[in-house]
Structures are given as C-alpha cells and as structure tokens.
C-alpha cells in the first residue's frame, strides 16, 4: 500500500500568518510541502463556502490562520473567522466528516517557527486520519 500524503489548505491572513510563512521559508525552517498556502486580506474574509470549496476540491486538511486575538488588522476579523470555523465544524460532523480536520490558529507576523509547527501538526494529524472522506464518495 502506498503511503497517503494529505493535501492541506491554508487561508493565511495577508499582514500575520502569510508573513509567519514568508519567515518560516526565510529562516529555512521545514514544513511540509503538501500545505498549500491560499493569501486573504484578512482570515475574517474567509466564508464558510470558502472552506468547504477547499475539501470539495480535493482537501484533506483545512486551516485559517489569522492574527493574535486582539491584534488584527481589520479589528475583529479574526475573531469572526474563528466563529465561522467553529460553525463549519459542527456542519463538517453532522454531514460525516471529522471536525478534526479544520482547526483556527492565530500567529503574529514574527512567528515562523509556530507556522512551520502548525504545518507540521496539521499534517501529522490528517495523515492519522486518512483520506479526507469526500474524496471515497467521489471516488
């Protein structure tokens, strides 16, 4: 049996975790290159339909990283984006499909090394999940 790589898509805030990013690969810190990173203006403009187009479209893994609480740059979208996560994992478990699969995380601009640790958590933790179940049904 082949080993299962995951596909994971990250929305990442322009001003905080796309930086985070961008530092982690200036810093030459590793993470998995099965994260695919997606650039928003602010994490709080991720909508649902954005999210669940990512695991139709062959995700296995979702995350939406924003700004520390308290510290985003359009005020609250952070904290709206994390709301919106949460009611699309609760709409993920009543359809079948483990909330685990999406988490919310928060990271400054400085913080390359928590990004590259996220990457790499969220893929461990889908690859112990196996593939994402849409992609059996389409199958």
Request: hydrophobic share 5%; with cysteine; charged share 20%.
């Given at each position: 049996m082949e080993s299962f790589e995951p596909v994971i898509v990250a929305f990442c805030c322009?001003?905080?975790a796309y930086t985070a990013a961008d530092m982690a690969g200036s810093q030459r810190l590793p993470y998995p290159s099965n994260v695919k990173i997606v650039r928003v203006?602010?994490?709080g403009k991720v909508d649902a339909l954005h999210i669940l187009k990512a695991f139709e479209k062959g995700a296995d893994g979702v995350y939406v990283a924003g700004?520390?609480?308290g510290?985003?740059?359009f005020k609250n979208?952070?904290?709206k984006a994390a709301r919106r996560v949460d009611y699309v994992k609760r709409y993920l478990e009543e359809i079948g499909i483990e909330s685990e699969r999406l988490m919310m995380v928060r990271m400054s601009a400085g913080m390359g090394a928590r990004f590259a640790q996220v990457a790499t958590e969220m893929t461990e933790k889908i690859r112990r999940l196996g593939p994402s179940p849409i992609k059996a049904a389409a199958a």
């Open positions: 322009h001003y905080c203006p602010c994490s700004c520390l609480e510290d985003c740059h979208g952070n904290d």
